[in-house]
């Protein structure tokens, strides 16, 4: 799943006992059989967003004297339950039942202890809610002329399956399920894991559909969905959307097929071995909570992250959608097949399937750089997030619901695959690849722990867990400190908070130390490791080193400072010719170091913003989208009356990359990481008042307000939308808000929006901000006023104004 605002409405809960959450081992499913009745619409004596359902699980014991059943349910009416023995159908005297609301444990004591060894059958009938939050069994709609349709469809990671039916509702507790939907054929498609098996009318104008039997899985992997949609596709995969829309996803599903080719050759287990699990549905969902979920057989997506229409998608959208895909389709090994035991390693699911979105998309797309963009995009990102105090380690203590939604953050996804990429170098990569795919054959159809797969891996290169471990189970990472002595240089470490401060923090990691003193010497990232607090790097006449820079292409997951002597060599050699041979990974990592060291008071930014005055000759993606995010985030702590200095500073710094990039759409014929930089160049020169840049917006909004037939380009559109309304007045603002208004395309609004944002007449601001008070105002809409300084006093008087219809939201 991929992490990208995966995050539910829930409360803290109050503070059970950590260990009544968890289930016990006493009883295990082994399959259940399922029947959900939906009603979108009152039927009856049955309320519309209901459903009826009848599960019965197949339960075992393997223990004597157990006499009580304990399994998950949430939000559902238990109408009756029973327990037979299923080799004579005999019942079994029920004694009591109780359920706690806080831990969602339902008990089922018996008046006789089970047998062990003996297959059970457990059966609930139940009526439930088709939920309005995104989560569970969940209600969404979208309108067709006019006319609001109704639509049903799942959501059950982590821990929501429970708002579906009764289970065992933890990854370990794995089986099968067979599925039948009752409903409408004449206004819904049913869709789930597996292809149908039959369909029979069962009257009222209702069909009971029944799936095949799905492999060994969690519960949270069980989708369904009950739809108006229309198919496309006639391959191993196919796509699911709304009428009308389904043109927008040829390109998915045709990525989505070299994708599946290329990650079943690479992981060496083909996706066959599953089960009849072709085709394989790719649903875009108008309302989703992550940008997709990787449910065996029925991946769900929210629509901007499957849909792409060349006409109206950036080249990033393109890229995005390609990669969520492969993030995904390679959950169905890593997270499907084998799945981590418990949320408290969710890292195991979540690491590796963002390691392949960036490098097995590189399979696919060689072109577009991912291994490159892997370290500012993925690796520096979580290294800026984790460097606060509060944090976690990789492994760490779940308990409740709440507990394991806090797991799907950039720790378990991007530091983690920061780790495994570690692993890699370390092992090189055929070994690193040969490991894993004895690691997925080892544990497939059952779950996994983190020494499972170090256990695999020190098969192939001995310590190696020791070398790693530390990296999940410490929280944060280290500062490295680099000094230089008569015979080489000394490197230190002590963990690096973003607040400047110690903590009278004492941990140590196992550092991956690489280095370079010359160009030849960057293509070296097999590393050295390290386990002791300072360590010697012996070099002759070290003195006499062009320069000596720590950790080669970023492979290692820390940060690097140097002494005042040793930045000035690397700052000389930044300024020669081609950066004095300095890899662009170690440019964009001097560049990310070097904000980030400032920001947390460890250097000065008088220091640091001297060396990085080499920006003015930087034409290179990676270093300026690291450049980006330490100037963004400086920007915010620039006064009033220095916003002048900062913007002629930063119209300095971006001449020369501007004069590359040019005011202009993309051409085929150049790097695809360069379209990136352009529209990165165009934003920030645009907005700190670059006269070339302004001029050409303007112009092209001008162009596009009197034929809009004629569109602007995608890469260029945020860029045009927003200096067309900062230069124009109340009729580029309108013009802009009526297509806003009339749009039906998603992504389309939303560039729109953050147009509108850029306004600054405060009569307009007051009309942008009214947005707020539409129950489907995108959340984008608040970033936006955030990011534009000029509107936050005119919004703050708003929000006050208007607090009472605020709070009705």
């Not at 821990?159 to 065992?168: E, H, I, K, Y």
């Not at 310590?463 to 240089?489: D, H, K, R």
């Not at 990974?585 to 001097?590: E, G, K, M, P, W």
């Not at 013009?735 to 306004?759: H, M, P, W």
Request: net charge negative; hydrophobic share 40%.
């Amino acid at each position: 799943m991929i992490k990208l605002l995966r995050l539910r409405p829930v409360e803290e809960p109050n503070r059970t006992e950590p260990k009544e959450y968890r289930l016990n081992e006493d009883v295990w499913p082994s399959h259940y059989d399922l029947e959900i009745k939906p009603y979108f619409a009152n039927e009856s004596n049955k309320s519309a967003f209901t459903f009826d359902g009848i599960t019965t699980i197949t339960i075992t014991t393997f223990k004597e004297g157990v006499s009580s059943i304990k399994l998950h349910q949430s939000e559902l009416d238990i109408q009756s339950w029973n327990l037979l023995r299923r080799s004579n159908s005999q019942m079994v005297r029920r004694w009591n039942e109780t359920y706690d609301p806080q831990t969602e444990i339902l008990t089922l004591e018996l008046a006789e202890p089970l047998l062990p060894k003996v297959e059970y059958l457990l059966t609930f009938h139940y009526i439930g809610v088709i939920q309005e939050k995104l989560r569970g069994f969940y209600r969404s709609s979208f309108s067709r002329s006019g006319e609001q349709i109704w639509l049903g469809t799942t959501q059950f990671e982590p821990t929501d399956a429970r708002l579906a039916f009764p289970c065992f509702d933890e990854p370990r507790f794995k089986a099968t399920f067979e599925l039948k939907i009752n409903h409408i054929p004449l206004e819904y498609s049913v869709y789930s894991n597996t292809p149908i098996r039959s369909s029979v009318d069962v009257g009222n104008n209702r069909s009971l559909t029944t799936f095949g039997v799905t492999p060994k899985m969690s519960t949270y992997l069980l989708a369904f969905i009950v739809a108006p949609f229309e198919m496309t596709g006639e391959g191993q995969i196919r796509s699911l959307t709304r009428p009308g829309i389904s043109n927008q996803t040829s390109y998915a599903v045709q990525e989505g097929l070299k994708l599946l080719q290329y990650l079943e050759d690479w992981i060496d287990y083909p996706i066959g071995n599953f089960y009849e699990i072709f085709p394989i549905y790719m649903a875009a969902m108008p309302d989703f909570s992550a940008a997709a979920m990787e449910n065996w057989g029925l991946i769900i997506y929210r629509e901007s992250f499957l849909l792409y229409d060349p006409l109206e998608d950036t080249s990033l959208d393109q890229q995005q959608i390609t990669t969520t895909i492969a993030h995904e389709l390679a959950h169905q090994w890593f997270g499907n097949l084998v799945t981590c035991d418990w949320w408290s390693v969710t890292w195991l699911n979540e690491s590796f399937a963002n390691y392949l979105e960036y490098f097995g998309t590189a399979l696919v797309e060689p072109d577009w750089e991912l291994e490159q963009q892997f370290v500012v995009d993925s690796l520096q990102s979580a290294m800026r997030m984790e460097a606060r105090v509060l944090t976690h380690p990789l492994t760490s203590p779940v308990h409740s619901p709440f507990d394991a939604l806090r797991k799907f953050d950039y720790i378990s996804y991007d530091k983690g695959a920061a780790v495994l990429r570690m692993v890699e170098h370390f092992l090189t990569k055929p070994i690193f690849q040969l490991a894993l795919r004895e690691y997925v054959k080892a544990q497939a159809f059952q779950t996994a722990r983190p020494d499972d797969l170090f256990a695999v891996l020190d098969r192939h290169k001995a310590n190696t867990s020791a070398y790693i471990e530390p990296w999940t189970t410490q929280p944060g990472f280290p500062l490295v400190t680099v000094s230089m002595t008569e015979g080489g240089f000394t490197l230190t470490q002590k963990r690096f908070f973003a607040n400047g401060t110690d903590n009278n923090e004492n941990s140590l990691w196992p550092i991956p130390v690489t280095y370079a003193t010359k160009p030849e010497d960057f293509a070296n990232t097999m590393p050295t490791f390290v386990t002791a607090a300072s360590y010697d790097v012996p070099i002759p006449n070290a003195s006499s080193v062009r320069y000596f820079i720590v950790n080669n292409q970023q492979v290692g997951y820390y940060r690097v400072n140097y002494e005042p002597k040793l930045w000035d060599k690397i700052s000389n050699a930044l300024r020669s010719d081609n950066y004095g041979g300095i890899h662009v990974l170690n440019r964009a990592q001097i560049v990310d170091n070097l904000f980030n060291l400032a920001a947390a008071d460890v250097m000065s930014y008088a220091a640091s913003l001297k060396i990085l005055d080499y920006l003015k000759t930087e034409t290179e993606y990676l270093p300026w989208l690291a450049a980006v995010y330490g100037l963004d985030k400086l920007s915010q702590k620039i006064q009033p009356d220095d916003e002048k200095l900062f913007s002629d500073h930063i119209l300095d710094i971006f001449e020369t990359v501007y004069r590359k990039v040019d005011f202009r759409p993309p051409v085929n014929s150049e790097r695809r990481v360069n379209s990136y930089l352009r529209r990165k160049v165009l934003q920030w020169t645009c907005r700190h008042g670059h006269e070339d840049c302004r001029r050409k917006a303007v112009e092209e909004f001008e162009r596009f307000r009197k034929n809009p037939s004629v569109k602007i380009h995608p890469d260029l559109r945020d860029i045009v939308y927003c200096e067309g309304v900062r230069k124009g007045s109340a009729i580029q603002f309108d013009f802009l808000l009526n297509r806003y208004q009339t749009s039906n395309a998603t992504k389309e609004r939303d560039l729109i929006l953050k147009g509108l944002s850029c306004v600054e007449e405060n009569d307009l601001i007051h009309k942008y901000l009214s947005f707020m008070l539409s129950p489907n105002m995108s959340e984008n809409l608040w970033r936006s006023v955030v990011n534009n300084p000029r509107m936050v006093s005119s919004a703050i008087t708003y929000i006050v104004e208007n607090s009472e219809a605020l709070m009705e939201l």
